[in-house]
């Protein structure tokens, strides 16, 4: 990434998009969030579907 990443004032951002957005696009590499970290992101945690067995096959 060239420059700072900014969010416009006009868009609702929340909080934990903005932490996750900033996480995976550092400019360098080592400061820059890995799967591993993605995934336990409190972003993505919140909007993670369910895995389940559908009745069928069980």
Same mark, same amino acid.
Request: aromatic residues 10%; negative net charge; proline residues 5%.
């Given at each position: 990434?060239?420059?700072?990443?900014?969010?416009?004032? @006009?868009?609702?951002?929340s909080d934990d998009a903005k932490s996750f957005?900033?996480?995976?696009?550092?400019?360098?590499?080592?400061?820059?969030?890995?799967?591993?970290?993605?995934?336990?992101?409190?972003?993505?945690?919140? @909007?993670?579907?369910?895995?389940?067995?559908?009745?069928?096959i069980i």
């Amino acid at each position: 990434v060239e420059d700072e990443v900014k969010f416009p004032e @006009y868009i609702d951002v929340s909080d934990d998009a903005k932490s996750f957005i900033l996480g995976i696009m550092q400019k360098n590499p080592d400061d820059r969030m890995v799967m591993k970290d993605i995934f336990k992101h409190s972003f993505i945690r919140k @909007y993670q579907a369910e895995r389940k067995v559908a009745p069928e096959i069980i």
